[in-house]
């Protein structure tokens, strides 16, 4: 969740024309302070944060509205004596985010978002550990395979970005040194090397960091497997979010002079395949023939009082309820694709499926401004 309000965010800092062209401003800063408010409520004290609510085996046994739920659903937290340095500094970089994005038109909020998000910044980096260590249920569903040094050095660069103080600066180039960062081959919730990299490349212009960028779109753009049709096909779980997250890596890089065309190119190359340009949507609700049976509970459900269970899950038809604008994991390598709940590798959606996706969308448009 955090890592999805950081590029959601992102893309309104970096595409503020464009979300300002399409009328879209507004319910973009909704979205984002949607989990900005959560994140602030999960956070009471400098050094307590609520990383996770319910059970995953509980939740995922069940299948309904969430409003109905019943079990029980523990919260889990991160402490000074069992830190997660990976959930605080992901967390501290989607407010930072956060405050440019609200520094205009809610300065308020602004700089309440920024007062946790250096607080949490502090907690990461002060009392280092992994969080699917000390939240253990977290491990068998988000667990922190790369370790917390690529969320260090992200969010010290986001917090620079916020407020311009070069300590923030220094402790980002400090922590990507120490971290002895490789090439890496994807960005995701769980990687955040490239972004980070992007970032620090943006604020010195100097050439390792460039080099870097350069390296990761170079082999995103021309060696990762393409389907038939044209998909960066990245990951089979996931596929389309894997490519709209390293396209919006890669447009990024292009808007700071780094292989232009090249990267634009792929960027709207990628966003048409995703919205249909290869012969159907892979967006609910949008444009030619799009999924009908993501795997998600409450989108198949019946109207009320109809009860929603396992026969939901099970009907054929589609989900009653259109759960408009949500990406789904997408196609085989072949570009067969299953529109099937069952399939939830095909079928699932995510809030950080659609994060980087609509910063990339709002990339791509921002070309026409």
């Not at 909704?30 to 994140?39: E, I, L, N, P, S």
Request: aromatic share 14%; with cysteine; net charge negative.
């Amino acid at each position: 969740m955090a890592g999805s309000m950081t590029n959601l965010a992102w893309g309104g800092v970096a595409y503020k024309d464009a979300y300002e062209a399409s009328g879209e401003m507004e319910y973009l800063k909704a979205a984002v302070k949607w989990g900005t408010d959560y994140f602030i409520k999960a956070h009471p004290e400098p050094y307590v944060f609520y990383g996770q609510c319910g059970n995953g085996g509980a939740d995922h046994a069940s299948w309904g509205r969430p409003e109905e739920m019943t079990m029980d659903r523990p919260s889990y937290k991160i402490t000074s004596g069992a830190p997660g340095s990976e959930l605080a500094g992901e967390t501290a970089a989607a407010l930072a985010a956060a405050s440019i994005l609200f520094a205009d038109s809610d300065p308020d909020y602004s700089a309440e978002c920024l007062d946790h998000a250096k607080q949490l910044y502090d907690f990461a980096d002060k009392h280092r550990g992994k969080y699917s260590d000390s939240i253990s249920d977290a491990a068998g569903y988000y667990n922190s395979w790369g370790g917390y040094n690529d969320e260090l050095v992200w969010a010290a660069a986001w917090l620079y970005y916020a407020t311009e103080d070069k300590g923030f600066l220094d402790a980002a180039k400090d922590h990507y040194t120490a971290g002895d960062f490789g090439d890496v081959s994807e960005f995701s919730w769980d990687d955040k090397t490239v972004g980070a990299q992007l970032l620090l490349f943006q604020f010195t212009g100097e050439t390792k960091y460039k080099t870097a960028v350069t390296t990761f779109c170079d082999y995103i753009v021309d060696e990762v497997p393409r389907t038939p049709k044209g998909l960066a096909y990245i990951s089979q779980w996931g596929p389309l979010r894997y490519a709209a997250n390293a396209a919006l890596i890669c447009i990024r890089a292009g808007d700071l002079g780094i292989d232009t065309d090249k990267n634009y190119d792929f960027a709207r190359q990628q966003v048409g395949y995703m919205l249909g340009d290869a012969g159907r949507s892979y967006v609910i609700g949008f444009g030619n023939n799009p999924p009908q049976r993501p795997h998600h509970r409450s989108s198949s459900c019946p109207d009320l009082p109809a009860p929603c269970d396992y026969g939901a899950f099970n009907n054929p038809g589609p989900n009653p309820q259109v759960l408009i604008g949500a990406m789904v994991g997408g196609p085989k390598q072949d570009d067969g694709y299953n529109d099937d709940r069952g399939d939830y590798v095909s079928n699932e959606v995510a809030t950080d499926y659609n994060a980087a996706f609509t910063s990339l969308v709002a990339g791509v448009r921002n070309l026409d401004c």
